[in-house]
Each structure stands twice: as structure tokens, then as C-alpha cells.
């Protein structure tokens, strides 16, 4: 009853739509002597190359018998189109930092001038 079996990859995209991927129907033979036993077999599906940004989302797969479903947990993959870039601010924070003290210092310098006269 449970040799015979369908695989179903499918994602779900960020407005909640569900888009199927692949499917394929599985027939394992068992084994003489390893009958009502539970056994766990192993099946990789790679997803190469992800289209576009779009395709970010959340990855499924489901096993059907004939009155059984099993839905995996899933797995998110965020697109990007350049990958992955580690963002860097110590520039950005160097130029802001001297720009705010140069203006502190042109302020004070104006006020103690102001103050003398």
C-alpha cells in the first residue's frame, strides 16, 4: 500500500501564491524480511538557477500516499540579483562624524568671535 508514492516540490511566493515546481511518482520495493518496518529514504532536489528575484519565497515538498499527506517545513530562499553583499557603513559613518565636527567647530569658532566684540 505505501511502495507506491508522488513527490511534489512547489514554492510559495511573498503575495501567498502557490506555484508548482516538479512532481514525480515514486515506486520503492520492499525488500524480503524488512516488511511493516519504518524506513527513511533520502530525496534531493536542486533548483538551479533561481530566475529572477521573483522566485524568492518559500520552498515545499509533500509526499502523497493514497490517504496520507506529509508536508515538509519548508525552506525560504531570499533572491537577490547581484547575491549576497555584506553592507559596510564605517565610510559613511567616518564622513558623517567629521562633517558634524567641522560644523561644531565652525559654530563655536563664530560664537567665541561674537562674544569678544
Known amino acids: 500500500k505505501y511502495t507506491t508514492f508522488s513527490i511534489i516540490y512547489y514554492w510559495i511566493n511573498s503575495l501567498g501564491q502557490k506555484a508548482s515546481i516538479y512532481s514525480r511518482v515514486e515506486n520503492v520495493a520492499i525488500p524480503s524480511g524488512k516488511e511493516n518496518t519504518t524506513a527513511t529514504i533520502s530525496y ?8 529572477n528575484t521573483f522566485s524568492t519565497g518559500t520552498y515545499y515538498c509533500t509526499v502523497k ?16 540579483e547581484t547575491g549576497y553583499v555584506k553592507t559596510s557603513y564605517g565610510w559613511e559613518i567616518l564622513i558623517t562624524l567629521t562633517a558634524l565636527l567641522a560644523a561644531l567647530s565652525i559654530a563655536a569658532t563664530a560664537l567665541l568671535l561674537w562674544k569678544r566684540k
Not at 45 to 51: A, D, F, G, Q
Not at 65 to 80: E, P, S, T, Y
Open 65 to 80: 500516499w493514497n490517504d496520507i499527506q506529509k508536508m515538509g517545513k519548508g525552506v525560504f530562499v531570499l533572491a537577490r
Open 44 to 51: 534531493d532536489h536542486r533548483i538551479v538557477p533561481l530566475e
